[in-house]
């Protein structure tokens, strides 16, 4: 019997993961078997994106099908805080494909795609969002994958907040740094607006249900990067780890 090799430095995607089976969608069986070439015998690192995580060897492997022994599972701890990001598509996809990617590398629990009055993008392929977060968390080895909310309309979205620490990044008045605030509950939403901003409309809106206006510095920043500066903001603030 060949001994056993161990392969680390990747995570792989399992629809579902316990102690007698581990469940792999078709997409990543070929990743595995025809890009990887990985070979039976190999004891690899499953995770579900819900925080559990499988050591696993592989026992058969073909194109179709992968079945494992020997498997242990693991249950990782969640973050130490909860942040949802409300935030306007960009018009250049990729540009918000970005934010998801580096977003979920850093560590985040919800992004919320919102259309606003100065929206420059109002419809959004979940699938090919999903995709971007799933491949983040596997290569920033991560347990925890975000959960992509479909599209909602500012309005709709903030009247539904309830109970955590709101704040909209909002150009039209001077605002303190959200770097330097530090709500009363451990969860958190930033609103992100489009690359025209919140009008003033949906800012005194946000108001009325609780938002704070907020600053992200001194530079003008690109939506996306926006929502990135607000997500490491958090992290910072929250993470104890």
Known sequence: MNEVKSITEYYFYAEAIDSGNIKLAKEEIIHIFKVLRIKSKTRIILTDGLCKIAHATIYNISANSISFMDIEVFKEMPLSYSLTVGIAPTKNINRF???????????ITKIQPIITEHSERKHIRMDRLEKVALSAMKQSKKAWKPEIMPLMDL????????DCNKYM?????????????????????????????FSSEEFEYAKSNGFQSVSLGKSRLRTETAGIVATQIISMQYDED
Do not use: H, R
């Open 169 to 197: 990044a909002y150009l039209g008045e001077k605002s303190p740094n959200l770097a330097k605030l530090k709500g009363e509950f451990k969860d958190s939403i930033v609103l992100i607006g489009p690359e025209g901003g």
């Open 155 to 162: 309005k709709e979205y903030v009247v539904k907040v309830v």
């Open 97 to 107: 494909e970005w934010f998801i990617e580096k977003a979920t590398e850093i560590g």
